[in-house]
């Protein structure tokens, strides 16, 4: 069975940082690419990260690009969202989601596990 844990998130002001991580189990975790996506109050979900299986790509959204970075640890089941420069506009649910394949997508039909969420808030 597999299993998604993200923790790290809270309260920050503006222009400060958080870094979320997500541990994962049940699965051989470096054969799957990972992602991380996020829900405001009353939007769709959407995407803001995605790193390879290996590790050696990455894929941003537009909004968080030079912000933040993801990264992971194959030899802990890890993968984290390292985010500076935090906006009132980042303030949302983030999902950590394990890809049904190696490489990065954005498309969140591709994600088979999905984490339970971490709320992130950012204020002015």
């Known amino acids: 069975q597999v299993q998604l844990v993200e923790s790290g998130g809270g309260l920050v002001q503006a222009g400060g940082s958080l870094r979320l991580s997500c541990a994962a189990s049940?699965?051989?975790?470096?054969?799957?690419?990972m992602g991380w996506f996020r829900q405001a109050p009353g939007k769709e979900r959407e995407f803001v990260a995605a790193i390879s299986g290996s590790g050696g790509s990455q894929t941003y959204a537009e909004s968080v690009k030079g912000r933040f970075i993801i990264s992971r640890d194959n030899a802990k089941n890890m993968v984290s969202l390292q985010m500076n420069s935090l906006k009132p506009a980042d303030t949302a649910v983030y999902y950590c989601?394990?890809?049904?394949?190696?490489?990065?997508?954005?498309?969140?039909?591709?994600?088979?596990?999905w984490g339970q969420g971490t709320q992130v808030t950012v204020s002015s």
């Open positions: 049940g699965r051989t975790f470096s054969s799957y690419a």
């Open positions: 989601a394990s890809n049904s394949g190696w490489s990065t997508s954005i498309r969140e039909y591709s994600y088979a596990y």
